[in-house]
């Protein structure tokens, strides 16, 4: 075929199909990090039924035992994607970290359960700072309660609960940090005896020792407790709105799906957070728990963040409080509620 000829098929090609799409564009490289809470699940799901893919995003995963851990990394632009607790989130702003919320995934999910040696103190009719004295009573010692460290969503819910509802003397109890699967270990081993856990974690130790009591819920440790996050780096956000748009889609329909659903989404939830080594019927049973409350507008959690803020403050693991323009991007959402109505 000499030059002209090509030229001439090419010409008819395009008029048989005036209207054919553009050449598909490469997916974009995300690089996701996340804490392995149940909380995460509308983003394991999207990405399990193909939805991240079909909205162009060719996401990989890095876990991360805390928020507060998942940020140095975040900073360091290691990651793209922020997928935890909405506390460690303003720490990161007052360290000049340009992070935007695009969505959130879960809220009301820290709850505080005790270990069999706490949870006989814990009696009807007892309030929660008198069974922490009968407990110092009793064994001489505080109280040891796990949570995630200073500036995590768990600690600011605990201390808040500890110290503005209940009430309890600081004498009564001792605050241990550490990561998300070492507290599971140490609720489990009575290695302390009290902890904020979340699902999975809540359903695998009751199964585990139905002895360790669930003594607060969500809404108990802090009203309107703000949970997990999807968080984009201010760079790739800019540079990929409509990307970003896409997956904030495919979270609602995630949603819907876990809702709808359970036993289809298990599956994708067990392969990231499971490892195969989680029975399914557990990851099943942290869906549908009433500790496991799947939210995705971002800005419902806008006004508690402002108040779980300014308790940071109080605590000290946060200097001051800071502004929230530019933190929220809530018109991702808006405008993926209005395309599907």
């Known amino acids: 075929m000499d030059r002209r000829q090509f ?16 050449l598909a564009q490469a997916p974009v490289a995300a690089r996701i990090g996340y804490i392995p809470i149940i909380g995460t699940a509308p983003v394991f ?10 909205a162009g995003i060719a996401a990989t995963f890095t876990v991360f035992e805390s928020g507060p851990n998942m940020i140095q990394a975040f900073a360091s632009g290691t990651i ?24 959130a995934t879960a809220i009301a999910e820290n709850v505080f359960v005790a270990a069999p040696a706490l949870a006989k103190f814990f009696t009807p009719g007892v309030a929660p700072a008198a069974a922490f004295k009968a407990h110092k009573a009793a064994t001489g010692k505080a109280a040891r309660l796990a949570t995630q460290p200073a500036g995590s969503v768990p600690n600011t819910t605990l201390q808040y609960w500890l110290w503005e509802i209940a009430k309890a003397d600081k004498g009564d109890v001792e605050i241990v940090p550490m990561g998300i699967d070492a507290t599971q270990q140490a609720v489990l081993a009575a290695a302390v005896e009290g902890a904020t856990v979340r699902e999975p974690a809540l359903s ?4 585990r020792n139905p002895q360790i009591k669930l003594i607060a819920g969500g809404e108990e ?5 703000p949970g997990t996050v999807l968080a984009g780096s201010g760079a790739f956000v800019t540079k990929n ?8 889609g495919a979270l609602i ?17 067990g392969a990231a957070l499971g490892k195969g080594i989680v029975d399914p019927a557990l990851i099943r049973k942290g869906l549908t728990s009433p500790a496991s409350k799947f939210e995705i507008d971002p800005r419902k ?18 200097e001051k409080e800071l502004p929230f323009d530019g933190l929220f991007e809530t018109q991702f959402y808006e405008r993926a509620v209005k395309a599907a109505g």
């Open 301 to 318: 959690i806008i006004e508690p963040s402002r108040a779980m803020q300014a308790y940071q403050v109080k605590l000290g693991s946060l």
């Open 7 to 22: 030229l001439l098929a090419g010409s008819s090609l395009l008029t048989a199909a005036p209207f054919a799409p553009a």
């Open 253 to 269: 329909r995630a949603a819907d799906l876990i809702a709808k659903d359970p036993d289809k989404a298990t599956p994708h939830v």
């Open 45 to 54: 799901v999207a990405h399990g039924e193909g939805w991240l893919k079909e």
């Open 221 to 225: 440790l802090f009203p309107g407790q």
């Open 204 to 207: 695998i130790i009751q199964t």
């Open 80 to 103: 793209d994607f922020y997928l935890a607790g909405i506390a460690p989130l303003a720490v990161a702003r007052s360290r000049g970290v340009d992070v935007r919320v695009v969505a």
């Open 241 to 248: 709105p409509d990307a970003v748009q896409r997956v904030v």
